[in-house]
């Protein structure tokens, strides 16, 4: 009995030593909060993200995480004016296109330096342009999505790139003057020339640190030193560290940075994945912010007295419809019926977040190219039962895919979007065959790669200002996931990318956007709907962008 | 002895060959890619295609396993499609995390399960016993996640006592030896990341206990109150030992058999818990690792993960059947 009870007691020993000494850590914890880690400087910002980056070179880079701390690293020639997608002086002051816009010579800021101490100047961007045009083998090419996408094509083509490069040359007449030369005129250009992987890197870090080292190994990538460790930019932070065990980016101000000074002395990314636990930390005060609060998380955040900051809508949802894989829906007004039997009010008013608005088109109306005139299709059942009945088509049926496991800043609820859609299609007489999969256990492939599909959900957040960037994206070509077999829809499409002069460039696509919502029809556009930012109510100069490109420097800790 | 060792010892490899085959092939049945998932809504058929050209998706399956089976043989397990980064690498980074997270889940449990199961058995009937046993039955019953997020909700965010998730506060300076975040503190004399961690592994520690906890404390109590009908006890009070001796010599000592077997099959539930608890803690530890990889498709880490499992598992029963052998001679080990 003695022994037991000394047993007994040693073990309760050891749970009151256990919690006196986390208190003592809770109150160690509380006092760092205190300070904020503030005092005579600005403080260490942490934010919430929830991903981790691939990596930190631009050009490698495709996805919102890897984007992220990239560009409060590095500047692009051209960049983004802050909580638009309007363009405004980047590293280069002047863009000048030629009369035929196959050169463009960009005006450069002078006195500018890479985080290295190199000086950043027209070799510089001219050693940039060619690095991405020689860029050596597959793996390296198969990683440059945004590049290949703008640019079409590599000096020597090992992976699917196989157009000839829209890059020519670059030359450098003198340390402030760049002339780009390309090989045919886009009308991608100039907005193009703000996405953050065509950002600039210092040459002698990219030579160091064997930038272009990218290797298949295995069934993975693996990248050089220089976008692991040693990324090399002009931007407002340098890199510090990435702590993969703990999952952490800490980077430091840079003093020398060419323009306003960023106010925190560090910015702390903290790789959250659950978006309940980025909330609970923001509560807990171990956060100082986060990105992508769940839209049922906004009112109770507002009320607990933290800022959430509505990003201004730059995306589109779209009830996709595959025209191959069921002959029915070749026809217009099966196609049409499908659009009217759509209660996109009642989607936006009750599925979607505040801020959600009605899509009319294929693009936000922030966009060049938007059709102003064009009215959302109504939602009336009784219009889409008479389309569905004249087109012999009264007992439609359709395989529905959705996805799961997923939220997309569009789609913050795929699962209850579909059963609201589903729900307006019966009431029109369709019948549905719900197939939900998860995004990446086979949603993905059945739609964009195999088009086993009727009817889908997907959309799309743009990269630039530029209706291309939308329109041409869904409806440039022949895809699975849409069966389009009208070429004619293609060609009108790609006379519009074609045509360069801004203006007449945004009139060929107000006309295109006219046509797939009257002619086309190849699918519904059903919403845009803005993902939110939340921070504690000391920071300040958060600056919501709807190109999700948010620049920490102008961020400061009350 | 040493012959039946090598013999299990050998009888592994061809175990471990076809799970690898298994595994491997298992992977690429389901749905989905890595090609897909790393595109996101950018994927195009052709991009998928050359993803998988690039990566030799593309090619047959027995040609794909011949090159991982070489590679695993040379020790290299491939590099994790998510981060680019050595797989060994990152199980290795992640291991102790999630052998930190175990261990005081486990001294939690047996520490406090075999003395509250001791004394509702011997309070049996009374307050204390049906305070127990009504407790220990919401703790078996409860979710590991709901309570989880329950203990966040009340402990971190309501009255902020403890950090809500990770392994270490991010403005803590603390330098990495062994990977165990509360004993690097201790060896490096950094006592103030110490107790960091320890705050940090409060919560989680509770959160995966609950369920072992609950099932110690029923097993013990039941044993002990077996235990104390049986006759030697009867004897042995009847020989007039003080009472205090019959509870520590002969009921303890005999009530305690089934609960070292009850802590033994613990170990590996407990390992299940933790992918629970890491994903609701943000963990960063095996479980986190091995959740991340199915929802991304990361083949290699998936197949390091399930073969290094097996051969864990493996081993760990060859112990046991040695263990065995050495506590109860009349087992033989042939």
Redesign the interface.
């Given at each position: 009995?003695?022994?037991?009870a000394r047993?007994?007691s040693a073990?309760c020993a050891?749970?009151v030593l256990?919690v006196t000494?986390?208190?003592?850590?809770?109150s160690?914890?509380?006092d760092?909060a205190a300070q904020g880690?503030a005092g005579a400087t600005g403080g260490?910002l942490?934010f919430g993200v929830p991903g981790?980056p691939?990596?930190f070179d631009p050009l490698f880079a495709?996805?919102g995480e890897t984007f992220r701390p990239a560009r409060q690293m590095f500047d692009t020639l051209i960049t983004y004016k802050q909580g638009t997608s309007d363009l405004e002086p980047g590293l280069a002051l002047e863009w000048t296109p030629s009369a035929d816009f196959t050169e463009w010579t960009f005006k450069l800021r002078e006195g500018v330096k890479f985080h290295d101490g190199t000086d950043f100047n027209a070799e510089a961007v001219c050693f940039n342009f060619n690095r991405w045009l020689n860029l050596p083998n597959?793996?390296a090419q198969?990683q440059a999505?945004y590049y290949s996408d703008t640019f079409e094509g590599f000096a020597s083509n090992q992976?699917?790139a196989t157009g000839t490069p829209v890059y020519n040359s670059c030359s450098a007449p003198d340390p402030a003057t760049a002339v780009v030369t390309l090989n045919k005129a886009k009308g991608a250009f100039p907005a193009a020339f703000g996405l953050t992987s065509l950002s600039m890197s210092s040459p002698a870090a990219l030579q160091q640190y064997n930038a272009d080292q990218v290797e298949?190994?295995?069934?993975?990538?693996?990248?050089g030193p220089y976008a692991?460790e040693h990324p090399t930019g002009t931007g407002p932070f340098k890199f510090e560290s990435y702590d993969?065990?703990?999952?952490?980016i800490?980077l430091a101000r840079n003093d020398d940075y060419w323009g306003e000074k960023a106010k925190v002395d560090k910015l702390?990314f903290?790789v959250?994945?659950?978006a309940?636990?980025r909330k609970?930390?923001l509560?807990?005060?171990?956060i100082d912010g986060y990105d992508y609060p769940a839209p049922a998380d906004w009112e109770s955040l507002k009320s607990g007295g933290f800022d959430v900051l509505v990003r201004p809508v730059f995306n589109i949802l779209y009830l996709g419809i595959n025209q191959k894989n069921n002959p029915a829906l070749q026809d217009i007004r099966v196609r049409q019926a499908i659009a009217y039997a759509t209660d996109r009010e009642s989607l936006v008013r009750n599925q979607l977040p505040e801020g959600a608005v009605v899509a009319t088109q294929f693009l936000p109306a922030t966009v060049d190219g938007y059709a102003a005139d064009l009215q959302p299709i109504p939602y009336d059942p009784e219009k889409a039962k008479q389309l569905l009945a004249e087109a012999g088509q009264s007992n439609l049926t359709v395989n529905f895919y959705y996805p799961t496991?997923v939220t997309?800043p569009y789609m913050p609820d795929p699962v209850n979007i579909f059963t609201a859609l589903q729900e307006n299609l019966r009431q029109a007489g369709i019948t549905v065959n719900a197939v939900p999969?998860?995004w990446?256990?086979?949603?993905?492939?059945?739609i964009?790669?195999n088009g086993v599909h009727d009817l889908h959900l997907?959309?799309?957040?743009g990269d630039y200002n530029d209706a291309g960037n939308f329109v041409g994206t869904f409806f440039g070509r022949n895809?699975?996931e849409f069966g389009i077999t009208d070429t004619a829809l293609f060609q009108e499409v790609g006379a519009a990318d074609a045509t360069v002069d801004p203006t007449a460039h945004a009139a060929a696509y107000e006309q295109v956007n006219r046509d797939l919502m009257t002619k086309y029809l190849p699918a519904v556009p059903l919403s845009s709907s803005p993902p939110a930012i939340v921070v504690r109510d000391n920071i300040s100069g958060v600056i919501p962008s709807p190109l999700t490109d948010e620049r920490f420097y102008t961020v400061s800790k009350g | 002895m040493l012959r039946f060792v090598l013999r299990r010892l050998l009888q592994v490899i061809p175990t471990l060959l076809l799970l690898s085959l298994l595994v491997f092939a298992w992977l690429r049945s389901?749905?989905?890619?890595?090609a897909?998932?790393f595109?996101?809504?950018?994927?195009?058929?052709?991009?998928?295609?050359?993803?998988n050209?690039?990566?030799?998706?593309d090619q047959p399956i027995f040609v794909q396993y011949g090159?991982?089976l070489g590679?695993v043989l040379a020790g290299?397990f491939?590099?994790?499609?998510?981060?680019?980064?050595p797989v060994l690498a990152?199980i290795g980074?992640?291991l102790p995390?999630t052998v930190e997270l175990s261990v005081t889940a486990l001294v939690i449990a047996v520490?406090?399960g075999i003395?509250l199961g001791?004394l509702a058995a011997q309070h049996r009937g009374r307050p204390l016993d049906v305070a127990t046993v009504i407790g220990t039955l919401v703790g078996v019953a409860v979710p590991v996640f709901f309570l989880g997020?329950l203990l966040?909700?009340f402990f971190?965010?309501e009255l902020?006592?403890?950090?809500?998730?990770?392994?270490?506060?991010?403005?803590v300076d603390a330098t990495?030896v062994t990977?165990f975040a509360v004993l690097d503190g201790l060896l490096t004399r950094e006592f103030?990341a110490s107790?960091?961690a320890?705050?940090h592994l409060?919560l989680p520690a509770i959160t995966l206990a609950t369920i072992p906890l609950a099932v110690i404390v029923r097993i013990t109590r039941a044993s002990v109150l077996d235990v104390l009908g049986s006759d030697f006890v009867r004897t042995a009070n009847s020989k007039g030992l003080?009472?205090?001796?019959v509870?520590?010599r002969h009921v303890?000592r005999n009530a305690l058999l089934p609960v070292s077997t009850t802590i033994g099959l613990q170990v590996g539930l407990l390992l299940a818990g933790a992918v629970l608890t890491e994903?609701?803690?943000?963990w960063?530890g095996i479980g986190t690792l091995l959740a991340?990889s199915i929802?991304?498709?990361?083949?290699?880490r998936l197949q390091a993960l399930l073969l290094l499992g097996a051969l864990v598992y493996v081993l760990v029963n060859l112990l046991v059947d040695l263990s065995y052998a050495i506590i109860d001679p009349r087992v033989r080990l042939s």
């Open positions: 009995m003695l022994r037991s047993r007994l073990a050891a749970g256990a000494l986390a208190a003592c850590a809770q160690a914890r509380d760092g880690g260490t942490v981790a691939d990596n495709q996805d597959a793996a198969a999505i992976a699917s298949q190994s295995g069934e993975a990538f693996t990248y692991t993969r065990t703990a999952n952490v800490t702390i903290k959250i994945p659950d309940n636990a609970q930390e509560q807990a005060g171990t496991e997309r999969q998860p990446n256990g086979g949603y993905l492939d059945s964009t790669a997907l959309g799309w957040t895809k699975p | 389901l749905p989905g890619g890595p897909s998932a595109l996101g809504d950018r994927a195009t058929p052709e991009r998928i295609a050359e993803l050209r690039v990566l030799g998706l090159r991982f590679r290299d491939g590099v994790s499609t998510i981060t680019g980064q990152e980074r992640a995390a520490g406090l003395p001791y997020y966040k909700a971190a965010v902020g006592w403890f950090p809500p998730s990770g392994r270490q506060a991010v403005d990495n990977g103030d107790l960091d320890l705050d409060v003080t009472p205090g001796t509870r520590s303890l994903k609701v803690f943000v960063g991340d929802t991304l498709k990361d083949y290699p």
